[in-house]
Each structure stands twice: as C-alpha cells, then as structure tokens.
C-alpha cells in the first residue's frame, strides 16, 4: 500500500487564568466541542472555517481528533495535464474543501504539561490555530477564566550547546523551506543566509525553496563569516526555539572540533523533538492519507513522547 511521509511535531501546552495561574479544567472545551455538530463546531475565519472534528478521549489519558480548514469559496479548479483542460469541482450548498491536520494530547503524567503531538500540514491548521479555535470555544465550555495558552516546542537539552561547542570551519551550507515561511525567516536570519533563499524566491512558484551554499577553505574571510552565520542562527533557535519550524532542511557540512577537525554534517534543526511517519493511505486513492492510521500513529506518540525528549 502507498504511503506519505508526515512530520509530526511536539509541544508542551499550558493553560493560565487572568491572574496567570495555571488552570487545570482545559479538557472540558474539548468534552464540549465534542458535542457541537454543523457551522456550530467551527470559528469563522478571513476565506475559511476552522473547525474540530471527530474528537476522541482515549482511556490512556490521550484526546485526539482532527482539527480542519474548510473552503466554500475561491475554489480551485481540476486540470488535465495532457491536454490544458481544466474543469470546476462540483459541490453542493453545504459543502467544502477542507485540509486536515491530526493531533493528539496526552494529559496526566505527574507534573508533566499537556504535551501535544500534531502532524505538520502545510496547506492546513497549524499549532497556533489550535490555540485560536481552542480559546474561541472556552467561554461555552464553561473555562471563561481561560486567558492564555502556551504552546512551547519541546527541543532536546544540550543539542544546541553542543553544535556551538563543537562546529569548525563551515564548507557547504543546506537549506530546504517553505515559500510562505521565508518572510519570517528574513526577520531573525543573517542576511548571508537568506540572500540566497531571497534570490531563488523569483524564479518559480515551487512549494519548496531549496539553496546549497559551498565555501572555499583558501579564503579565511568567507569561511568566517559562514561559521558566524550558522552559529547566528543557533543563537536565533535558542531564543525562539518554534523558528525550527519554518525550516524543512538546514544542513551545515563543517570540522568537527569533537572528533579532531574531522568534517561532518551538523543537523542544525535536530535539538527540536520531531517525528517521521509513513502515513498510509486510502485502498483506491494513493493520494488520500487515511486519517485513522495516522490518528492512531500520533497518540502512540503523544503517549510515548509524552514525558520523554
């Protein structure tokens, strides 16, 4: 059966009143959102509908479910490759295209937070949409103490530190982002970095922007400056440690001062806590994922992750 690879990220949630004391009856927006059906379940957004669906309390301490974009205006349109023919999609009244996004939250270890697992969908919600629809819903579920909520992107200690300890003179430079998160990039990255990403940003309308910087070791100046451009944008994950996520690859091939000069890749996103998975897919549509093998994928993880990094 064909499979599509997801990436599934992790964040720690918390909860605070007006005060900001910590509130701890969060689950019942989501015992209450269960039981909404229709336009009741969804927050009206600028082209959108934000909406939970199919949301489960699992007795292991775990609530999964989906939460989804749905369209009902500006639609796409069906095209033929071979011949240029495009065609409408034809949808009733009631109906939309939505983009889905699974997640699971396991809750009840110790002191431990709420830890969220949550599949990265690029054409849908993301993290910050669960907290927006999440506070939507709080004052009819009776947490109108609700104020704020945190999710922090659970990173792995000392990784950070040891890429800033250890990486030498830097000779190739790797990196693969969305289009959309390039302006937010060009707002904490160095300019050396993004200049290239800038650059290739005018040349097609690919999802994917991907650059490969080389340097030459003759020239000290230019090897310098890539290693103060790579440790640059360490410091920058260290502050906001949710930056990793606008990169899909960022690769620096440099000398490994650990191991007596040798050259080594350095993964410079791997201190986030991040999951591949092999999502199956639909019998008859290998390019529909099936949302219940990849439910039952994250609450695995969120149980396993659940106290773990």
Not at 181 to 206: C, E, H, K
Request: charged share 25%; glycine share 6%; with cysteine.
């Amino acid at each position: 059966m064909p499979t599509i690879k997801r990436t599934v990220y992790f964040y720690d949630l918390e909860f605070f009143d007006r005060n900001g004391d910590a509130i701890s009856n969060w689950r019942e927006i989501f015992r209450y959102a269960r039981g909404l059906v229709g336009r009741s379940r969804c927050q009206q957004r600028v082209d959108r509908l934000a909406c939970f669906r199919f949301l489960q309390f699992n007795p292991q301490n775990v609530i999964s479910g989906h939460l989804v974009f749905i369209r009902e205006n500006a639609l796409a349109r069906i095209t033929d490759l071979d011949n240029d023919t495009d065609r409408d999609l034809l949808m009733a009244a009631n109906e939309g295209l939505i983009e889905t996004t699974h997640f699971a939250i396991a809750f009840g270890r110790g002191n431990h937070p709420p830890r969220l697992a949550i599949e990265y969908n690029h054409f849908g919600p993301r993290v910050g949409d669960l907290v927006k629809i999440l506070r939507y819903h709080a004052p009819n579920a009776g947490v109108g103490n609700l104020a704020k909520i945190e999710a922090s992107l659970v990173v792995r200690d000392g990784n950070h530190e040891a890429i800033l300890n250890q990486i030498g003179r830097v000779s190739s430079l790797k990196m693969r982002v969305y289009r959309e998160n390039l302006n937010r990039i060009n707002q904490y990255a160095p300019t050396g970095v993004v200049s290239g990403l800038n650059a290739s940003n005018g040349f097609d309308q690919a999802e994917y922007i991907e650059v490969k910087y080389k340097f030459n070791y003759s020239q000290q100046t230019t090897l310098q400056q890539a290693r103060g451009a790579v440790l640059d944008l360490v410091h920058a994950f260290q502050d906001a440690p949710e930056r990793m996520t606008d990169f899909d690859l960022l690769e620096a091939t440099a000398e490994d001062s650990g191991t007596g000069g040798s050259i080594k890749p350095f993964d410079l996103l791997s201190a986030e806590l991040r999951l591949d998975i092999q999502a199956a897919t639909v019998p008859g549509y290998s390019r529909v994922i099936d949302s219940t093998d990849v439910t039952a994928r994250l609450v695995d993880a969120a149980i396993q992750y659940a106290t773990n990094e």
